[in-house]
């Protein structure tokens, strides 16, 4: 007598089916996580080694690198005198600590052409990409760009008005440093650590920005680093209900003032690496006063630039309140 083989049915064939979808749908938010979890580290390793990068600098050269300024002549780095508009002759923080970013060739290369060539933008003589300076995260980043995910404190916007033509150094961590032979106004100061009264562990140094486009863009501080402003032309305008995350822009400023707050796509926050090199993962939820507060390094000399207007007690008031560590 033959036994009969057995086999699936189709409603146990469809039940099966059924289990391995509702796995494969459990697992794969699981294996996302660990995917995001997996960038969003290397994202801080990134910015931990730029932190490092800076401090390494600044321990060579007793202050720290600018947030943008003029390559082309050496030091101390002040535009040749036939500058004019062209802001492609102006190089970002990142030309500055290549060496500490084991690019000395690459820096070596940019230097010498644009020693001999004034007039060479900076993208001419740059190089490409460069790995450290790009959040695995970061969608923009494709084959052809030379993409940066990170901006620098720029602290407060700049102006143009004598006698303090860019940044005070107590507003942010680094700062413009931009003078031709024939400008008036004073030279720029030059930013150190031991300059960061409100304390290192209290300033940002870097943070994530994916709306920025390149390292070798330096046209404003818009394309290097985060910034923060306040409306001038509404005296009772004080940001206190805005994510440091939102990407509306403000009612007054540069067209591209979204480069002002921090952005990322980890879920939730965005990485910072503060002045002492620590890497921390903020809420996107932050009050947008709290995040002024640790862009300014040393409040209670915080400053105002230009125009005198009814706004001033108000943003000094709240930047120069010490920070406490349930605040961020």
């Known amino acids: 007598m033959k036994s009969r083989r057995s086999a699936f049915t189709i409603v146990e064939m469809l039940v099966v089916i059924s289990i391995i979808v509702v796995l494969a749908g459990l697992l794969l938010p699981a294996v996302q996580a660990a995917r995001e979890a997996a960038r969003r580290a290397q994202c801080s390793n990134n910015l931990r080694n730029l932190g490092l990068a800076v401090r390494q600098f600044e321990t060579s050269k007793l202050f720290l690198p600018p947030s943008r300024s003029f390559p082309s002549i050496g030091p101390p780095y002040v535009k040749p005198d036939n500058w004019d508009t062209d802001f492609n002759l102006v190089a970002s923080w990142v030309h500055f600590i290549l060496p500490e970013l084991d690019q000395r060739s690459l820096a070596d290369t940019m230097r010498s052409t644009l020693q001999s060539v004034p007039t060479t933008p900076i993208m001419s003589a740059a190089g490409g990409k460069l790995s450290i300076l790009i959040c695995p995260s970061d969608s923009t980043n494709d084959d052809t760009d030379s993409i940066l995910s990170y901006g620098c404190n720029s602290g ?150 230009g125009a005198k207007n009814a706004q001033i007690p108000a943003v000094q008031a709240m930047q120069r309140t010490p920070l406490n560590e349930t605040d961020f």
């Open 156 to 305: 407060r916007s700049d102006v143009f008005n004598p006698p303090f033509p860019f940044d005070w150094p107590a507003n942010g961590a680094l700062t413009t440093r931009i003078k031709g032979r024939l400008d008036t106004f004073p030279e720029p100061a030059k930013s150190a650590t031991a300059d960061f009264r409100d304390g290192t562990t209290n300033t940002i140094l870097f943070a994530e920005n994916i709306d920025l486009f390149s390292w070798q863009i330096a046209n404003t501080e818009y394309d290097v680093g985060v910034v923060w402003t306040i409306d001038t032309t509404n005296p009772s305008f004080l940001p206190l209900n805005i994510g440091a995350g939102d990407d509306a822009s403000y009612p007054a400023g540069p067209t591209d003032e979204f480069h002002a707050r921090p952005s990322s796509e980890h879920p939730g926050g965005f990485n910072f690496c503060m002045a002492d090199g620590s890497v921390k993962f903020v809420a996107e939820a932050i009050d947008y006063t709290v995040f002024c507060r640790l862009m300014t390094s040393n409040g209670p000399k915080y400053d105002e630039p």
